[in-house]
T-cell receptor, first 109, second 114 residues
């Protein structure tokens, strides 16, 4: 079957760095996406990886290793507004997104 | 309209009733999707449409139907609602088919079936 695994919840301190991991097993691979979802709101796109390596976008970076079925989202200089759930999703062989359950990130002052 | 809109925002529905959730996008995206999101579970695909006039079944299609008469609209119908369909429903759209592109989400509909 297809499976996306992420930690359920993480806690970090304002100003610090946090890494959210995602491992996946899917039928085929057509890219890996990270989305941010604030409580009661819709998911919004953060990043996309299709080749191995690190993609940097401001305070957020995303890494992919296709051979290991592994990705992480790195958030630097954490701000209180970064408190949200972070969703990992993988494009499968049918060009559909398979979603992880999300990681709830709690930022403490 | 800018992006994707959904209606209603929330609804309480008696079991056995019929309900249609509306979704409209103005981005001229080919593909549209309906997901449900339940606590502790990832977004699960209910139905999708790669282009106007075509639809497909996702991971959890039972009890739901969709239509895609034009590019902009993609309504989701619950023919006879059951309590297990209590969930938050998100409509999404993306540009292009035959590849996986960024999906844009509507604000969601919170549905409670009693």
């Amino acid at each position: 079957g297809q499976n996306i695994d992420q930690p359920t919840e993480m806690t970090a301190t304002e100003g610090a760095i946090v890494q959210i991991n995602c491992t996946y097993q899917t039928s085929g691979f057509n890219g890996l996406f990270w989305y941010q979802q604030h409580a009661g709101e819709a998911p919004t796109f953060l990043s996309y990886n299709v080749l191995d390596g690190l993609e940097e976008k401001g305070r957020f970076s995303s890494f992919l290793s296709r051979s290991k079925g592994y990705s992480y989202l790195l958030l630097k200089e954490l701000q209180m507004k970064d408190s949200a759930s972070y969703l990992c999703a993988v494009g499968d062989s049918n060009y559909q997104l398979i979603w992880g359950a999300g990681t709830k990130l709690i930022i403490k002052p | 309209i800018a992006g994707i809109t959904q209606a209603p925002t929330s609804q309480i529905l008696a079991a056995g009733r019929r309900m249609t959730l509306r979704c409209t996008q103005d981005m001229r995206h080919n593909a549209m999707y309906w997901y449900r999101q339940d606590l502790g579970l990832g977004l699960r695909l209910i139905h999708y449409s790669n282009t106007a006039g075509t639809t497909g079944k996702g991971e959890v299609p039972d009890g739901y139907s969709v239509s895609r008469a034009n590019t902009d609209d993609f309504p989701l119908t619950l023919a006879s609602a059951v309590p297990s369909q209590t969930s938050v429903y998100f409509c999404a759209s993306s540009d292009g088919t035959g590849e996986v592109n960024e999906q844009f989400f509507g604000p969601g509909t919170r549905l409670t079936v009693l």
